[in-house]
């Protein structure tokens, strides 16, 4: 895999390690046959020739293997930040904010952007709904090959797994506290329930309530479960999530970790206010002492814990994630001039393409309808 180009302009703290990040790219690459194709057609194609990108998002192997696929479809490409994006994709929408406040002379040349996340499709679409969003944007995240997998399975693994890398702790017989139960919160507390936990699910929306409760979870509120639980993981892109009156119930001991957006779910300036004292355990683990006496272990500095503790989701899922991230840019070049400044879903036969792609490379066939059940199932005069 050809992964060096110009590194006149960087800010890496050691190039020494290229290398051995060359490696990693590989390794990762090996499980994103999706995106490998894409690659392929993209580098015979070139559908992004001389298109800027400026992508804020998670720098991790598989994000340099998109960032890799972007180049080859001849985009100059930024991680992080760019010189005057014309194309930007974001993961939380803080490259958006950026443009929309602190930067404004640069939007008139920016054609559009693509939304990795739930919590950056919501402020999007506040954008939208304000008449202030100056330019279309995909919400990569409502994809069915993004959400239900990356989130779901991605998340659910690689947060538990960012858990047990931090402490070494046997899930079994303990108690664990889910704070949302969106698609990352069904995939971490199934992923917990399977390792022997016993899951409580705290949640404000009635459906995502029951449907917990339909699903064999205990449903109850974040305050009453503060009092039981031996392991939290917020999952809800929200604030304070574990907040005055949750750090006041929790029991002594308490582990408290993050899988949403952003570390502000957990609410640490009250819990280092309360504090007498803190320490760090290991990597990764600190303890905060209360005054009265009870210890309250925070894994990641309440940031992301599959990424701070651990090394984020599996390759295998990005795949998927980051071919609707580059076929979304493709489209976003080829619509240039014809959206409006609102937010789009990923065209539905984008979607299904990547989903086929996928089960082609797990060696997986559906069926195809015959024409006989296409005209049924589009017919409103067939059957009773």
């Not at 490998?36 to 015979?44: D, G, L, M, N, T």
């Not at 202030?132 to 090959?145: G, H, I, K, Q």
């Not at 205990?218 to 009156?245: P, Q």
């Amino acid at each position: 895999m050809t992964v060096a180009t110009d590194r006149s302009e960087h800010d890496v703290t050691d190039t020494a390690l290229a290398e051995a990040g060359a490696r990693r790219i590989g390794w990762a690459s090996r499980e994103m046959p999706v995106l490998s194709q894409i690659r392929k057609r993209f580098a015979k194609e070139r559908p992004l020739r001389g298109v800027r990108i400026g992508a804020c998002l998670h720098v991790t192997a598989e994000t340099a293997n998109l960032a890799i696929v972007l180049r080859d479809g001849g985009a100059s490409v930024a991680l992080c930040a760019a010189s005057e994006p014309q194309i930007t994709m974001d993961d939380g929408a803080d490259l958006v904010t950026e443009l929309h406040t602190k930067r404004r002379e640069l939007l008139a040349d920016v054609r559009g952007g693509t939304e990795e996340t739930t919590t950056g499709v919501t402020r999007l679409r506040a954008m939208a709904a304000e008449g202030v969003l100056a330019y279309p944007v995909v919400a990569v995240n409502d994809a069915m090959t993004k959400h239900l997998f990356d989130n779901r399975y991605g998340t659910g693994q690689s947060a538990v797994d960012g858990i047990l890398r931090a402490t070494n702790l046997l899930l079994a017989g303990k108690i664990a506290v889910v704070a949302g139960y969106g698609w990352v919160g069904r995939g971490i507390a199934s992923r917990l329930r399977g390792m022997g936990a016993i899951v409580l699910v705290c949640e404000v929306d009635p459906l995502r309530a029951l449907e917990g409760a339909m699903d064999g979870f205990e449903v109850t509120s974040i305050v009453a479960a503060a009092a039981r639980g031996d392991l939290f993981v917020t999952a809800t892109g929200n604030v304070n999530v574990i907040g005055k009156d949750a750090i006041a119930k929790l029991k002594d001991g308490a582990i408290v970790a993050n899988a949403g957006h952003f570390n502000d779910e957990i609410d640490l300036k009250t819990l280092a206010a309360q504090a007498t004292g803190q320490c760090r355990l290991r990597p990764f683990v600190e303890e905060y002492t209360l005054r009265d006496g009870r210890r309250v272990v925070v894994l990641g500095e309440g940031r992301l814990v599959n990424l701070a503790a651990a090394e984020g989701h599996p390759p295998a899922v990005m795949d998927m994630s980051f071919a609707n991230q580059a076929l979304s840019v493709e489209f976003l070049v080829k619509s240039a001039g014809t959206l409006k400044p609102q937010v789009y879903g990923v065209p539905r036969e984008l979607d299904e393409e990547i989903a086929r792609q996928k089960l082609a490379a797990m060696g997986m066939k559906i069926d195809t309808m015959t024409d006989e059940q296409t005209t049924y199932s589009r017919s409103w005069k067939a059957g009773t």
